[in-house]
């Protein structure tokens, strides 16, 4: 079955310390993102790939980086400097140039919890 | 102010009534209109497209679109327990559709009761 993968479900961390959160699809998409979920607020773009080696920041950049090594996959790095990190994160994944985000994949998602 | 406002809720129905979500908006320039459906610990599932103003209807559902009072609504008719979930909206304009940038509403939390 064709899907977004993200790992792990639950993640604990002691603050100061970076964490890594796993995103990978096997749907041959080029564009991938990483959103973050908080209560109330909506969903918010942390980082874009449209394409291998390519990346740019969305809302909420400050505190994160991500990598695009392969077309399957699409890491975010909590980093250390994320001053409230504790949330829900969703990698989603589309065709490039689809407008509207009518084609938007999304991953189960990876809670955080950062003490 | 935020860019699209939509009630938490929660929503709490009967088994077989009519579910009426909402959100309103204030950027005139959104013309691609979505409702998402999230159960509990997953990721969202778009339920509903729409593009510009009108109607559009898919089985029980039905989606609304009023770009004069920049207000859409999502319908839910003889609701289910299943479709406890929550729904979020979210929309785009033209000029952001490189990266599919949305901007989602905060979600309404809706409990059908059997």
């Known amino acids: 079955d064709g899907g977004i993968t993200q790992s792990p479900k639950y993640l604990f961390r002691k603050e100061g310390q970076n964490v890594t959160l796993s995103c990978e699809q096997n749907?041959?998409?080029?564009?991938m993102y990483w959103y973050r979920q908080d209560p109330g607020q909506g969903l918010r773009l942390i980082y874009y790939?449209?394409?291998?080696?390519?990346?740019q920041k969305g809302d909420i950049a400050e505190g994160y980086s991500v990598s695009r090594e392969k077309k399957e996959s699409f890491p975010l790095t909590v980093t250390s400097a994320q001053k409230n990190p504790t949330a829900f994160y969703l990698c989603?994944?589309?065709?490039?140039?689809?407008?509207?985000?009518?084609?938007?994949?999304f991953g189960n998602g990876t809670r955080l919890t950062v003490t | 102010q935020k860019e699209v406002e939509q009630d938490p809720g929660p929503l709490s129905v009967p088994e077989g009534a009519i579910v009426s979500l909402n959100c309103t908006y204030s950027?005139?320039?959104?013309?691609?209109f979505m409702w998402y459906r999230q159960y509990s610990r997953k990721g969202p599932e778009l339920l509903m497209y729409?593009?510009?103003?009108g109607n559009k209807e898919d089985g029980r559902f039905t989606a609304q679109v009023d770009k004069s009072s920049k207000y859409i609504s999502l319908f839910i008719r003889d609701s289910q327990p299943s479709d406890s979930a929550t729904y979020l909206c979210?929309?785009?304009?033209?000029?952001?559709?490189?990266?599919?940038?949305?901007?989602f509403g905060g979600g309404t939390r809706v409990l059908v009761k059997p």
């Open positions: 950027n005139s320039a959104f013309q691609y």
């Open positions: 979210a929309m785009s304009a033209l000029f952001q559709a490189a990266g599919n940038k949305l901007t």
């Open positions: 749907l041959n998409h080029d564009a």
């Open positions: 790939s449209q394409i291998v080696n390519d990346f």
């Open positions: 729409t593009y510009s103003s």
């Open positions: 989603a994944s589309s065709m490039a140039q689809q407008a509207s985000g009518r084609s938007l994949h």
